[in-house]
């Protein structure tokens, strides 16, 4: 069955739905939100919201699950999920075939080099070091997005900020027209870059001479709860600790020199005060920058939330951490509501919080349960299948670069053997599903023909896969096997249902019919459902789908 078919498949699906659009559509007359807040929690699998929700507070994800909606089946659904990818996702409603963000990290097509989805080297940081593919714009990102949407209806009067711990993470969010914010890991500010403005404004330039971020200096990371709340977490002895990889509560943030340097500010990126000053940053941006505050505006705050992935990966989110951190968030969360609340009254606010990706359990922890599982190492993988591919076409290194999941081909060479690209493309690929923790590998001529299979992991890789920049071999591993070249923690990248299922919550009484709905729901539903909320045109890649069921009727 063809790509094209899959698209189509889930809008005939909904005859119902689509049918209730015009009733479910707000009156002219029901007030806009003053604030449309997107919170993207890097890197939470919607499993670990409905595990963990008894022990929450009373203000923050308890208050989005009682009094919003709650769709527990939506997903990232594209094969390749990682940070970069999802985020591009979320606000422009738009598959990565289509906007262009195919992954953190892709092999540019032309010099064949490794390049980052947000590196522009026209642009510096503001008042802060950039190296060499430091992420400085959205130039890569080949769609518009929500906010860009607003800004334009609005005649630019609408604000649109991000706010993240990872500079993909804010500028993603932001958009074309938006403005971005990112934690600098060398120094622990915040900053934004020459591709948004010359210069700070003058409430960033206070924030940063307040310099929050030191006073975290010698702090010790606790669990919060009672040890028996932790019971069915896995057990530390899982990992054995090292001095460089600590696994067991209490964590001290210092630096091994003894003073504030960037160890110390790296390493506070693997710890709940990532967030704590994330939030922080972004409750000073509310102040600074008046938003909400103009009458008959509604403006739009992006807050990525980037602690999570970062312990997830060090730890796995079976891991004691993993389960202390959200419940650490979901108290900072319940503070910035309040704020919210406060500053600009109950009720105002629309808020939507998801995820970019899950998360797998790690390899050691999915092994103890008698699980398969384990880690591929792309590198080894490819100079292993080199050797093959040399062994019968007598040339070396036919791929030519990977960026895992995707290998490139050197075409021009096989051209000169006189071989079919085809032929050369499915002898690796049946070399590589022989190896160990590989499921499947799809191929340049399979993708261009639409001739993936009526599977869902081929639509999901199919809407990730861009004929300009993705590989020309495109490997999808086992389940609770993924790539990398270490031999601890875990990392996420794949079509399987761990990495795609992420929260989907929306809160905003006025909007937002509270309940649990079971129905099938992906993040790129998300632009536009906002569009059809705020009366804006959706972004042009918006291929989602408005959320009615869980709108309120006027």
Sequence with gaps: MRASTFFARRLLALPLLAAATVHAAPTAEKAAPKLVLVLVVDG?????????????????????????????????????????????????????????????????????????????ARYTYIDEETKAGDGTSPMRLRVDTLGDGLRYASGNRAKVIAVSGKDRGAILLAGKTGTAYMYMDKSGNFASS????????????????????????????KP??????????????????????????????????????ADYYNRLKTSPFLD??????????????????TAGVTDLLGVSLSAHDYINHTYGPESKMSHDHLQRLDRMLADFFT????????????????????????????????????????????????????????????VIAQSAPNFHLDYAAIDKLGVARAEVENTAAAFLRAQEGVAEV??????EADALGATRMGLLMRRTWNRALSGDLVVVNKPNWYFSSGSSGTSHGSPYAYDTNVPLLLSGRKWIKPGYYGQYAETV???PTLANLLRLRPPAGSEGRVLVEALQTP
Excluded at 282 to 291: D, I, K, M, P, S
Excluded at 351 to 375: I, M, S, Y
């Design 276 to 293: 704590e000053l994330t939030l922080e940053f972004a409750r000073a941006a509310v102040e600074g920058e008046r938003l909400g505050g």
């Design 442 to 447: 799809y191929t340049r001529s399979q993708f």
């Design 525 to 527: 539903d998300i632009a």
């Design 44 to 120: 939470l699998p919607a499993e670990q919201v409905q595990r963990y929700r008894g022990q929450f507070g009373q203000g923050g994800l308890r208050r989005l699950l009682d009094e919003g909606a709650t769709f527990g089946n939506a997903h990232q659904a594209h094969g390749v999920t990682v940070t970069a990818v999802g985020h591009a996702s979320i606000l422009s409603g738009a598959y990565p075939y289509q906007h262009g963000v195919i992954g953190n990290n892709w092999i540019d097509p032309v010099s064949k080099n490794p390049v980052y989805c947000t590196e522009d």
């Design 224 to 261: 919060l709860l009672a040890d028996s709340a932790y019971a069915g977490d896995a057990p530390d002895e899982l990992f054995p600790a090292t001095p460089g990889a600590p696994n067991r509560f209490p964590f001290s943030f210092y630096s091994d020199s003894g003073s504030l340097d």
């Design 194 to 221: 020459s591709y948004y403005m010359a210069a700070h404004p003058q409430w960033v330039q206070q924030y940063r001479a307040r310099r929050p971020q030191d006073g975290y200096y010698g702090k010790t990371w």
């Design 339 to 398: 704020y919210l609340d406060r500053k600009l009254g109950a009720g105002n606010v629309l808020v939507v919080l998801t995820a970019d990706h899950g998360f797998p359990n790690t390899p050691e922890f999915v092994k103890a349960a008698k699980g398969d599982a384990g880690r591929v190492n792309a590198g080894a993988l490819v100079a292993s299948l080199n050797v093959a591919l040399a062994a019968k076409y007598g040339v070396e290194k036919l």
